[in-house]
């Protein structure tokens, strides 16, 4: 398979990390909407490189998209810095623990759309956050999770930070 789609949530309150990734081969069209959103950025959010440092990007190539636009300096900074740095990290530990295979982290793309609350406050924990989160989204990409097993089981209890359905 050539196209994985993962997600994650990690934390709780405003600091907690929601990550959706998208990993799959460039010629493929993971590769197609990587570049494609890289060249269409619009108002409020620029897809940008995750970088492991100034002019070392991660590898696989990820394209990071924020699912909220900068409401604040701070938010700008958390968003730049800390959820940046803990995607590039996450995309790492996946490379490191073989959920992305070495070999081929030249031949495929990562698109990693990130929430960071507008309310986040503290960068230690945005970026602990964001980097479990991302490694996980990847992990569970990869596996094919959830299992539609368990999805099935849990359809009469939908809930999420913001709403839980009543019984």
Not at 61 to 89: C, E, P, R, Y
Not at 148 to 161: A, G
Request: glycine residues 8%.
């Amino acid at each position: 398979m050539t196209f994985h789609i993962g997600e994650s949530f990690i934390g709780s309150g405003v600091n907690a990390a929601h990550i959706n990734t998208v990993y799959g081969h460039r010629d493929g069209p993971a590769g197609v909407a990587w570049a494609s959103a890289l060249a269409t950025p619009s108002q409020g959010h620029v897809p940008f490189v995750v970088v492991l440092q100034p002019s070392l990007p991660v590898k696989p190539m990820t394209l990071f998209v924020t699912k909220a636009a900068a409401a604040s300096d701070l938010h700008g900074n958390l968003i730049w810095g800390a959820a940046q740095a803990g995607v590039a990290g996450g995309v790492a530990d996946a490379v490191a623990a073989g959920d992305i295979p070495s070999e081929t982290v030249d031949e495929f793309a990562i698109i990693c759309a990130v929430w960071v609350n507008p309310q986040a406050d503290d960068e230690q924990a945005v970026f602990d956050n964001n980097r479990r989160a991302t490694a996980e989204a990847l992990s569970n990409g990869v596996k094919n999770l959830p299992r539609l097993e368990d999805v099935l089981n849990n359809r009469s209890r939908p809930f999420n930070p913001f709403f839980a359905a009543k019984e």
